[in-house]
């Protein structure tokens, strides 16, 4: 079997036979909420999460960071090489099925299990370290240079939410385009220039953590892990833990919300809702506008459960609510991802060693042989969706263990959210079902 | 056509229902919740004391 006829980047159905309806799975994943939820706010009456303690367990050497970067600018540049001088087929080349398939949906996976394993390979960082790095050996104590500017608060997370969308427009809306590798190749370099800029304006590692569409994406999925990296050492902590140090800064919950709404936005549209609203082939503006309305359809229910919050009597503004919160999604962000991409990742994964070992795409088109039944897979999806979403829980419940002191209050106020990450499951367990099996 | 336009979307109501089964629960738990809150004000309106945690806190 050959990939022709495979869309790259989006969730293929798993479904086959199933011994229940779709629509009961909901109900009982919405039940294994409620009764977590009730679980949670019996026995976590404290912030654990907010209170755990990181325990370094080795140095790494600091030659190995240098060492990855440079790793990571050869990708990078040996990409830009097949993408422009490789076959042009989407399915043969390296670079589509490297950047959708490995980057977009494997990348995140390892990242929770593993830590940030993209930050210390990511190029654009890689290269600003570099010249960074020169001009201080330039300097008689060979000082690293401040920032031109300080990062503006107003600022936030926004270039990196705007990056995200724009990223999830070219996988789902660019059509051939998004898929070409020349010009796939061409927009990462730009995006590279743009990243160049931006960390020479505010300093590299502010906009890394900040700026840098991929570096907040991977960051933030990382912090599920129950390793990272402090202070050049290798740590351990609670799985999730991590979560509780995001700063609330602006843009963050539009960010968190883009990470859902685009998979949303990719189960719909092939589902008979979209095709009934947009027709069978819609225009690229139609598209555009559906995939900007399933990310504030995610902000917006969950400001819903925010308002919820806001009624259990806080002096807290629900703006202050909503950044204090907008963790929780996500796990749900890698819930979602892991159920949408999954039989994807199965499927047209097989195909990156044969691209990597033909990465200009001249050996013909790679084997693929599926080797998972449907029904494993569409378990595997449910259970991914109903983890992230009980994790979420966690995380939205030891979180208002800190700010609201008692763990029955903080039950309390964490009512409408459970209507939140209910609405969530059910929406993509029905997504799911919407997929062409 | 003018027909086709109308019994389109009765034909599709089998598919549209069936999508509906899964908004049941967010219905249901946003049902309660919203009971028990407009029951607590009344309750609370009349003079009566609610099991509240939001004043006085209870499990201390």
Redesign the interface.
Known sequence: MNLTAIPLAHGLGGRTDLPLPGWLFAWGAALVLALSFFALAALWTEPKLEMARVRALFRVPGVIEPICGAVGVAIFAALAYFGFAGNQDADQNVVPTFVYVFFWTMLPLLSAIFGNIFKPFNPWRALGRGVSWLRSRRTPDHRHAPARFAYPDALGRWPAAIGIVAFGWLELVGGEQGRDPSTLMTLALIYAAFQLSGMALFGVERWSERGDAFGVYFEFFARISPFTIDDGRLCARLPLAGLTDIVPLAGTVTFVSAAIGITVFDGAERGGLWESIAGSDPSTFVSTIGLIAAVALVAGFYRLGVAGMKSSHIEKSPRELSLMFAPSLVPIALGYLLAHYFSFMLFVGQALPHVIAHPMGNSGPPPVDYFVSGRVIWWVQVLALLAGHVAGLIVAHDKATAVWGKARAAAQSQMWMLVVMVGFTCLGLWLLSQSPA | MILIAYILPIA?AG?WL??M??????VI??GG?FWQ?RNDKRLRDAGESVD????P????
């Open positions: 599709h598919h069936a999508s089964l899964y908004l049941v629960p967010v738990l946003a919740i809150r509240d945690a939001d004043v806190f209870t499990d201390e």
